[in-house]
């Protein structure tokens, strides 16, 4: 049973950074796709990055680029997002996502799997 435990979420002003976690459990097989996405209140689930077990191919939403890495310690099972220049636009739920087939062009939540329970972000300005 996959499972994964978000962390790192909170308040921040404007210009500030912040590193969100992933904890994965039960996976196996050295193959998937790990991913964020979020979703603010009244607007849909958005993909924000994902990248292939091991690292290879990172994609972000162009939003997030270059303000934003993903990225995996293997040795902790953990997925991270680095969060900087976080603007207020960014204050959502954050989610981490998972699949066992290696990533495909973009980031589509519908062919994620496993899901995380989020984290909240929150920017001032």
């Known amino acids: 049973q996959v499972q994964l435990v978000e962390s790192g979420g909170g308040s921040v002003q404007a210009g500030g950074s912040l590193r969100l976690s992933c904890a994965v459990s039960?996976?196996?097989?050295?193959?998937?796709?790990m991913g964020w996405f979020r979703q603010a209140p009244g607007q849909e689930r958005e993909g924000v990055a994902r990248?292939?077990?091991?690292?290879?191919?990172?994609y972000y939403v162009d939003s997030v680029q270059g303000r934003f890495t993903i990225s995996q310690d293997t040795a902790k099972n953990t997925l991270y997002l680095q969060m900087n220049s976080l603007k207020p636009e960014d204050t959502a739920m954050y989610y981490c996502?998972?699949?066992?087939?290696?990533?495909?062009?973009?980031?589509?939540?519908?062919?994620?799997?496993?899901w995380g329970q989020g984290t909240q972000v929150a920017v001032s300005s």
């Open positions: 039960g996976w196996t097989g050295r193959s998937g796709c």
């Open positions: 990248v292939n077990v091991g690292g290879s191919s990172p």
């Open positions: 996502a998972a699949h066992h087939w290696p990533c495909g062009l973009g980031i589509d939540a519908r062919t994620f799997r496993y």
